[in-house]
């Protein structure tokens, strides 16, 4: 079972806006404001979309927005392309004995 | 471009031992930590290990701690996961991956292909 508790998978019609969340606990994401989302195409390695809760690396596209409620957070992807379908995963600093901490990841797909 | 190559993965009996690599193409590489993660088959990600720029600090997954060994020579741009009295559970793709912004707290911006460890008798 993972630290974070994400979705199994959701989906979305092309041009649409998804949200995924990742529910955590006060000790990861309601501790500080170092939630990063991943994104995962079939055998391929993850890549960095989001940091921070909110913050894109260069390079990612504004349509991707992460944000954060308490012991949630969320990440958004608005206009749906079919190149988005994947698989999305949160991760958190954390202050216990393991510094981070990952969710078991959502598949998308786009229909 | 900045690229990482993990290398040493392999088909292990359990209780053995496995030295994974991870070669770095980076002019800057003592000045981020770096990571380890690993991927089950058909699981999520999961936190293995980090290591200072340094060397000089390292922290652990729970579920490592005692068995895996990170390190990193930084006259080679290269770094190491040590793995001994490997499980079942061990079993997993294995990913270098370089923190962004040179700490934990801002994610893993560059990783590597994966390296295949399986334990299984």
């Known amino acids: 079972q993972s630290a974070l508790t994400q979705p199994a998978s959701v989906s979305g019609s092309p041009g649409q806006s998804i949200t995924i969340s990742c529910a955590g606990t006060?000790?990861?994401?309601?501790?500080?404001?170092?939630v990063s989302w991943y994104q995962q195409h079939p055998g391929k390695a993850p890549k960095l979309m989001i940091y921070?809760?909110?913050n894109r690396p260069s390079g990612v596209s504004d349509r991707f927005s992460g944000s954060k409620s308490g012991n949630t957070a969320s990440l958004t992807i608005s206009g749906l392309q079919a190149e988005d379908e994947a698989d999305y995963h949160c991760?958190?600093?954390?202050?216990?004995?393991?510094?981070?901490?990952f969710g078991g990841g959502t598949r998308l797909t786009v229909l | 471009e900045v690229q990482l190559l993990e290398s040493g993965g392999d088909l292990v009996q359990p209780g053995g031992s496995l030295r994974l690599s991870c070669a770095a193409s980076?002019?800057?590489?003592?000045?981020?930590?770096m990571t380890w993660v690993r991927q089950a088959p058909g699981k999520g990600l999961e936190f293995v290990s980090v290591?200072?720029?340094?060397?000089?600090?390292?922290h652990y997954a729970d579920s490592v701690k005692g068995r895996f060994t990170i390190s990193r020579d930084n006259s080679k741009n290269t770094l190491y996961l040590q793995m001994n009295n490997l499980r079942a559970e061990d079993t997993a793709v294995y990913y270098c991956?370089?923190?962004?912004?040179?700490?934990?707290?801002?994610?893993?911006?560059?990783w590597g292909q994966g390296t295949t460890v399986t334990v299984s008798s």
């Open positions: 991956a370089k923190t962004f912004l040179g700490s934990i707290f801002w994610g893993m911006d560059v």
């Open positions: 980076i002019s800057t590489f003592n000045t981020y930590a």
């Open positions: 290591i200072s720029g340094s060397g000089g600090s390292t």
């Open positions: 006060s000790s990861d994401v309601g501790g500080d404001s170092y």
């Open positions: 921070n809760v909110n």
């Open positions: 991760s958190s600093y954390t202050s216990s004995s393991t510094p981070v901490v």
